[in-house]
């Protein structure tokens, strides 16, 4: 545990406190602990293990709350949390969580209604039973119910960054072992869905069960769901992300990662197919149904070969369409990370950028790329300081110096420039053409009517200057749905204009989405995979571009930012 989530710990413990309506001063004293913890430079756990040190070393960490960090570090929560907790419904941590309520608010409600569960607070806003409260309104049930709402979108489900993060660090905790041959993400992550609801990791090699053992005992594993002779699972981080741990005989790995990785969709469709041939398919193997005798298992290659079909890119596991074009033997080649040779959305201090110019260009050359383009904000992202039409041109002139300066990475320039209300670009169009890559977006009114967001994205696009449509439903994953427009129009509007449509790799945009990029494709689309990086570490984010791509079918053809510099360059100069 580190001390952010001891910190996360004691938060959740003062306000909890502060419902029961317990001593000021103690609430107090918790929550200046969890400010210390959050800015402590050294970890808990480290000054905890050293026999001659003391957590009250810690400065504002007195005896009392020491012992209440040590329980929290050795078991996830304290003794007064566990009873506060006993004292309300579970729900009321979900409660702190909404908007607007706080634990007054929360301690208020608890006061007059009995409620237990999410569905009933949304009910009593929706019956305006909230109002007739002290000090609360009409507007508050309205910011509890659109938070509610919210809070739905979020819950129980994982960034595909997160998951595969936390994947990573189990990979490696587990490869510590001796005896094990492979470890491998199944499930959704491996299909590069955008949100993960759990980890699915296959473990096989002589000690794969003596895996279980090691990932129960891992430190971050908080509360253990279950634990069996091949399978252990265990909820972990402060998050409480579920992982399933499979251990497996090689003979069954292939088709244990071909059930494993679904989805469910996709594997009922397969399995139809081995029944209707006389097979039985399970995670264990291929099997013909007479007389159980194995056909296939050790590889995934090897059971779709056995069913007449050609291995299926997970990615394409949805029940879309992929297991027909596998029997055809028309599975498309789809692009990989390896035939991007340039992120093309990126900002940098001249905005809102974490990074110089020159430090952006530098971590993109390390990168391998051949080339960049430098698209910071325009000025009504005032709040970034976007640039203006004088600033955009001057800027574009110092990213050209730079490109002839020998870096070693071509650097284009470029703007992400603001879609306005009525569809305008923020800035004057000569001002426009002076840059290489002009990627327009929205960032304001998201709520407009579908009819008056279509036609303000129809105006943006007769912009001649507008290469590029960038996050271009403005949906944030598990924040945000996308805003309404008609999706169709646009993209015939796009291709005969030549626009393209961006994949936007940032992990909580993925915007668009795999379905719809694959729709966009049928009409004739053409795409860019970029990171909208705002610091060196995020152009590392490509490989999720790269997968939602793959989600949507597409080709390194179908990808702009495929072509090597002088292409991409005449390319996107073209009207
Ligand atoms: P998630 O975790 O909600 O993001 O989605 P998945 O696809 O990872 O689903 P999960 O973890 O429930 O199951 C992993 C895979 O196991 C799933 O994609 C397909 C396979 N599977 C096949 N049949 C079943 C079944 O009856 N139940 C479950 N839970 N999984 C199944
Ligand atoms: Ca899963
Ligand atoms: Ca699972
Ligand atoms: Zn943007």
């Not at 945009?509 to 970029?530: H, M, Q, V």
Request: hydrophobic letters at 40%; one cysteine or more; aromatic letters at 6%.
């Amino acid at each position: 545990m580190d001390n952010k989530e001891i910190a996360r710990v004691l938060w959740e413990t003062a306000d909890l406190m502060e419902i029961a309506g317990e001593d000021s001063f103690r609430i107090r004293s918790y929550r200046n602990g969890a400010t210390t913890l959050e800015g402590y430079p050294e970890r808990v756990i480290d000054i905890q293990r050293d026999p001659n040190r003391k957590i009250t070393e810690i400065p504002g960490i007195g005896k009392g709350l020491a012992a209440v960090l040590q329980e929290i570090v050795e078991r996830g929560s304290c003794e007064r949390r566990d009873l506060l907790l006993t004292k309300f419904p579970p729900a009321a941590l979900e409660f702190l969580k909404i908007q607007g309520l706080g634990p007054k608010g929360i301690a208020l409600i608890f006061e007059h209604y009995r409620i237990t569960t999410m569905d009933e607070l949304e009910q009593l806003c929706k019956e305006e039973k909230l109002r007739v409260l002290p000090r609360m309104g009409a507007k508050l049930e309205e910011k509890v119910l659109r938070s509610i709402a919210q809070y739905r979108l979020r819950t129980g489900r994982f960034l595909l960054s997160f998951a595969h993060d936390a994947a990573e660090e189990l990979k490696q905790y587990l490869g510590e072992l001796d005896g094990i041959e492979n470890i491998t993400a199944a499930g959704s992550l491996r299909r590069g869905k955008e949100t993960v609801g759990d980890l699915d990791l296959l473990v096989t090699g002589p000690n794969a069960t003596a895996a279980l053992e090691r990932f129960v005992a891992y430190p971050r594993v908080h509360e253990v769901l279950s634990r069996g002779a091949n399978k252990a699972s265990a909820k972990i981080g402060r998050e409480g992300l579920q992982v399933d741990v499979r251990a497996l005989p090689r003979e069954s790995y292939g088709a244990a990662m071909q059930y494993f990785t679904g989805s469910k969709e996709h594997n009922v469709a397969v399995r139809t197919r081995a029944v209707k041939m006389g097979f039985k398919l399970s995670e264990y193997g291929l099997f013909r149904a007479e007389d159980e005798s194995r056909v296939a298992g050790g590889t995934e290659e090897e059971v779709y070969k056995a069913l007449g079909l050609e291995w299926i890119p997970p990615e394409l596991r949805e029940n879309c369409g992929e297991v027909e074009a596998a029997e055809e033997g028309r599975v498309p080649r789809l692009v990989e990370l390896k035939d991007i040779r340039g992120d093309i959305h990126m900002h940098t201090t001249e905005t809102d950028g974490r990074a110089s110019l020159e430090e952006m260009a530098e971590a993109a050359k390390k990168m391998g790329y051949e080339y960049v383009a430098i698209t910071d904000h325009s000025k009504a992202i005032a709040m970034a300081n976007g640039l203006d039409e004088k600033r955009a041109v001057a800027f574009a002139r110092r990213v050209r110096e730079l490109s002839q300066d020998g870096l070693g990475i071509r650097v284009f320039s470029g703007l992400e420039c603001d879609i306005m209300k009525d569809g305008t670009l923020d800035l004057a169009s000569d001002a426009l053409a002076e840059l290489d890559v002009v990627i327009g977006s929205v960032h304001s009114h998201m709520n407009l009517e579908a009819a008056e967001m279509t036609d303000r994205l129809l105006r943006a696009l007769e912009c001649p200057q507008l290469k590029v449509l960038g996050h271009p439903t403005g949906r944030l994953l598990m924040q945000r749905e996308p805003f309404a427009f008609d999706f169709e129009r646009i993209v015939d509007e796009a291709v005969k204009r030549g626009v393209r449509f961006e994949i936007n790799a940032s992990p909580e945009r993925l915007d668009l989405n795999g379905s719809l990029a694959r729709t966009a494709k049928s009409r004739g689309a053409k795409f860019t995979i970029s990171t909208d990086a705002h610091h060196p570490k995020h152009l590392h984010n490509m490989g999720y571009g790269v997968l939602t791509a793959r989600r949507g079918w597409l080709g390194p053809d179908d990808i702009l930012n495929t072509l090597p510099a002088e292409k991409f360059h005449a390319a996107i100069r073209k009207h």
